[in-house]
């Protein structure tokens, strides 16, 4: 398991609160069977090729990458890494719902919910 530094990927401050309050939430303290961090991860599909995946993870792969801010503790895979490189991770409250959005410049497009994408 790597620290990653901070250029790679970001975490909004609104993220890392959001994330330290779900692995922060009854039964996921240190030591018990609860989250060890939130997962992003880019996996094929969606309607533009791409698509964002969250997860609560119970485990850190060694190749894993790990950015920790505020209590917050994201984990990305290599491979998910290099398609999220120079992005941030965000936090956003609307009427319609509250959700997690990524800002990447590496995306040419997306698709109107933001959660799928095209790279070139």
């Known amino acids: 398991m790597d620290i990653a530094p901070a250029p790679c990927f970001r975490l909004a ?5 959001r994330v330290a309050a779900l692995l922060a939430a009854p039964g996921t ?8 961090a939130l997962r992003v991860a880019v996996l094929a599909g969606g309607c533009n090729g791409l698509q964002y995946r969250f997860d609560l993870d119970r485990t850190i792969a060694a190749d894993d990458v790990v950015i920790e801010a505020d209590g917050a503790r ?12 120079g992005a941030e991770l965000d936090y956003v409250e609307e009427l319609m719902g509250a959700y997690f ?13 933001g959660t799928s994408f095209a790279v070139e």
């Open 29 to 36: 303290a240190p030591g018990s069977l609860g989250p060890a």
């Open 101 to 113: 959005k990524v800002k990447n410049p590496n995306a040419t497009s997306s698709c109107g919910c």
């Open 74 to 85: 994201v984990a990305i895979d290599p491979v998910s890494l290099d398609l999220l490189a």
């Open 13 to 17: 401050p609104r993220a890392a609160r």
